[in-house]
Every structure is written in C-alpha cells, then in structure tokens.
C-alpha cells in the first residue's frame, strides 16, 4: 500500500511565523482538514505573502476550546526564503 505526503499551503500572520520559528510547537487553524503526517509550508504574510516560509510536519491534531478551531502539535522541518510568485 502506498502512503502518500500532503502538503498544504497556507499564509499566517508574522507574529505567529516568528513564534513557530522560535520553536512553538502548536499552531491553530480554522479548517478540519489536517491531519497527522500532512507537511505544513508556513508563508508569512503582511498583506502579501513575503518571501520568508516555514515547513512544518503535523504531528497530531486535537479540538481546540474555541467552537470551530483545530489545534495542530507541528515540528519545525526547514525556514528559508520562498522565490515562487506563487502566492502574491
């Protein structure tokens, strides 16, 4: 059987870009989509994505107080600079 990697993009605020890159090990998240083993790719964002991006595995996921929200356990993969206009 195959196992097959996800990766979702998604543009966070840069408070929460600078937490997870000193080492946060939680981020929430509005959709119910993720789950354990999906890879993350963080792209900061001020009002446009900046080149700045995070990779982050999903380690696992549970309900969080808030109605609505997931909180998902990440670990730090790679940070470096995105050249891709892809997200502007």
């Given amino acids: ?3 097959f990697v ?4 998604l543009k966070i605020l840069p408070e929460e ?5 000193k ?3 939680e981020v929430t998240v509005s959709e ?5 083993k999906d890879v993350l790719c963080l792209h900061e964002w001020k009002g446009e994505c900046t080149k ?3 990779e982050v595995l999903v380690l ?7 109605p609505g929200l997931i909180v998902l356990k990440i ?6 600079e995105n050249n891709s206009d892809l997200f502007k």
Avoid at 6 to 9: G, K, L, R, W
Avoid at 17 to 21: D, K, W
């Fill in 23 to 25: 080492g946060a090990a």
């Fill in 52 to 54: 700045r991006v995070i």
């Fill in 32 to 36: 119910n989509i993720y789950k354990a």
């Fill in 17 to 21: 870009f600078e937490a997870i890159s």
């Fill in 6 to 9: 996800i990766v979702h993009h």
């Fill in 60 to 66: 696992d996921r549970r309900q969080s107080l808030t």
């Fill in 75 to 80: 670990e730090k993969m790679k940070e470096g």
């Fill in 1 to 3: 059987m195959c196992s």
